[in-house]
């Protein structure tokens, strides 16, 4: 997945042979990691991935349409035709990719301290076309003959509507003496100190201010945002980014400093889910790959869009291999959409967890084969499935800044598109399936004991759409899968962060879940190896529970850690920590919260508050 830096040129015409590569990074990472506007360090510069508006173009016409994906439930969520998964093909006279911009633009000399954007103080050479290159300080080459390589800043600002900008140097320190008529910056870093407080701005005029308390909160209360989006490009007139405000509008929202490589810079906000039947067959599969063509037949009249259909099905016979009421039941599924009745993610949910819960399957993107329980954990687990093979697509909807729970979400592009970036992954995974009963009672009976983790919930976005009042399982469920997914990279040959959980946990009564899936998905077409999938074994299952049970009852951290009611991110885990229960940020739905150990081997006072409790006595 290479990126590409565009040369500062007006004429979009004259502009395609000058593209340079900057960058590479896996394709997966670029709904994730680095998705459009995120800041990433490439080896000559900073940059800010572009938005999705030219990728059309950027990443070729004709690979574009071999890029488009599709998840009939998450585009009926999402109200999007497809999904693309970006991928570079390169060829002799064309470098496809997505347009970086570098960002941000304030650098500075280490040598002589020099301080603002890149192009007012770097050498000049004879090179203009060359966008992607090291730049060098001027002021420096002219004066000692040497190139010394200037540094982006190590600071921008944003706000919770996820807009960027410069830090303002300037203002900062003139914020005391006002603002002179002709600012020339430089930085002076202490050796003494790696604080803040070291790192000084002065300007020819005599001021100077330190960076001491930047990153507090309110440092920035007499600044104002304007709405810069650097990510969707420059302004119609080339002057300024690209913001959705009127001139000298501001944003309501606060200014923050951050960090340029700093995690709190970018949240993407994923929405994934499984292939599941009827959508899982092959023959929709062969549909999907010429949706392009039967969009177009979709779109006409009644009787010429039979005729097409007919040919289509005449023509691709041998191929389908389905009888033509299959073909058009098929038909019926991608353009019918059950009378186009929108779901929501919590359908999404129920749908995935039925077809887990229900007979074996054995479609191309969602094979499954039911195991027997393990005899010690009869009237405990109902249900184990091993998924032989799995299909997951995941798209990204928008990104966060500052809080991952807070704020509007960012746009990808200046306009509404009819697509999103996504990632098409296929896997294998175990299905654990707990039993009803069972779970309902060890709620009623540990109410009060999980009272003050549901009032703590109220204020977390992602941890009360989790568990309430009453339906407290989701912390049985999730603790269960951490434990589980500890104990399985000992044993499948994967690291902890190849792993995944999907927890299906009941979130009203209409539709009771209590399942865990744990799963393993990667870009690569041809998917796993199958060394987790045989870890659902009824033997190998046996030992695996065990053995994550036995685990579980002894942490490092005791007995602190397993009478403890407050760890973790806003005090939402209880006897959950690093030692023993939390994993990577890639293998966790929910940022590790809601962990308890008691909930599966109960307390030093009372063992039986856990739910396998019988199990060791």
Not at 100 to 118: I, N, S
Not at 147 to 152: A, G, S
Not at 341 to 363: F, H, Q, R, T, W
Not at 593 to 602: N, V
Request: aromatic share 10%.
């Amino acid at each position: 997945m290479a990126f590409r830096i565009k040369p500062k040129n007006k004429d979009e015409s004259q502009v395609k042979s000058f593209f340079k590569i900057a960058g590479e990074i896996r394709k997966s990472q670029s709904i994730t990691t680095y998705g459009p506007g995120a800041l990433i360090d490439f080896p000559r510069m900073s940059g800010i991935l572009a938005g999705i508006d030219n990728w059309e173009n950027t990443l070729g016409k004709t690979n574009f349409n071999k890029l488009k994906i599709h998840e009939r439930n998450l585009e009926r969520i999402l109200g999007k035709k497809y999904f693309v998964q970006p991928q570079t093909k390169e060829d002799e006279k064309n470098i496809h990719g997505i347009i970086v911009e570098r960002f941000p633009q304030f650098c500075y000399c280490p040598e002589c301290g020099a301080l603002d954007r890149y192009y007012k103080i770097e050498k000049k050479t004879n090179n203009t076309k060359d966008y992607n290159r090291d730049s060098f300080c001027g002021i420096c080459f002219q004066s000692k003959g040497r190139d010394v390589k200037l540094i982006p800043s190590r600071f921008v600002v944003s706000c919770k509507c996820g807009h960027m900008d410069e830090f303002p140097y300037d203002a900062w320190v003139h914020r005391k003496t006002g603002r002179c008529a002709e600012p020339k910056l430089s930085i002076e870093i202490s050796k003494k100190t790696n604080s803040l407080e070291g790192i000084i701005i002065k300007c020819q005029c005599g001021a100077k201010e330190n960076l001491d308390g930047i990153m507090d909160r309110n440092a920035l209360y007499q600044f104002k945002c304007y709405g810069s989006m650097p990510w969707l490009g420059k302004k119609e007139n080339n002057k300024g980014w690209y913001t959705e405000l009127e001139q000298g509008e501001a944003c309501d929202e606060p200014l923050r400093v951050l960090q340029r490589g700093a995690n709190n810079v970018y949240y993407p906000d994923i929405v994934s889910a499984l292939t599941i039947p009827p959508y899982s067959s092959r023959l929709q599969r062969i549909l999907e790959s010429d949706m392009e063509v039967l969009e177009q037949y979709n779109e006409m009249p009644e009787v010429l869009r039979k005729q097409n259909y007919d040919y289509y099905y005449t023509k691709n016979k041998d191929r389908l291999r389905c009888s033509p009421e299959q073909y058009y039941d098929s038909l019926v599924l991608e353009f019918g959409f059950e009378n186009n009745k929108p779901i929501n993610i919590n359908d999404l949910l129920v749908g995935e967890y039925s077809a887990l819960c229900d007979e074996d399957c054995s479609d191309p993107d969602f094979l499954t084969i039911e195991s027997e329980v393990p005899e010690e954990f009869h009237g405990l687990i109902d249900q184990v499935k091993i998924v032989g093979r799995l299909r997951e697509v995941e798209v990204l909807k928008g990104f966060r800044r500052i809080a991952a729970d807070e704020g509007e979400l960012a746009p990808l592009s200046k306009k509404a598109m009819d697509w999103l970036p996504g990632n098409e992954l296929f896997g294998e995974g175990i299905f654990i399936r707990l039993n009803e009963d069972k779970v309902s009672k060890w709620e009623v009976k540990n109410a009060d004991r999980y009272s003050m983790i549901i009032s703590r919930t109220k204020e977390n976005f992602y941890a009360s759409t989790k568990i309430s009042e009453g339906n407290i399982r989701y912390v049985l469920l999730h603790t269960l899968a951490h434990l589980v997914i500890r104990e399985l990279t000992m044993k499948c040959g994967y690291s902890t962060a190849s792993l995944k959980e999907k927890i299906y946990s009941s979130i009203s009564s209409d539709k009771l879940m209590c399942g865990i899936l744990i799963y393993t998905a990667s870009a690569d077409s041809d998917g796993s190896l199958g060394g987790l999938a045989r870890q659902g074994v009824t033997e190998n299952l046996r030992d695996t529970l065990l053995e994550a049970l036995e685990s579980a009852s002894w942490c490092s951290n005791d007995p602190i850690c397993i009478d403890s009611k407050s760890q973790g991110y806003a005090s939402l885990n209880y006897a959950g920590c690093h030692a023993c229960a939390l994993l990577p940020e890639t293998s966790c739905e929910i940022n590790n919260i809601l962990l308890d150990r008691a909930a599966l081997i109960g307390t030093s006072d009372n063992n039986s508050l856990g739910y396998f409790y019988s199990v060791f006595s």
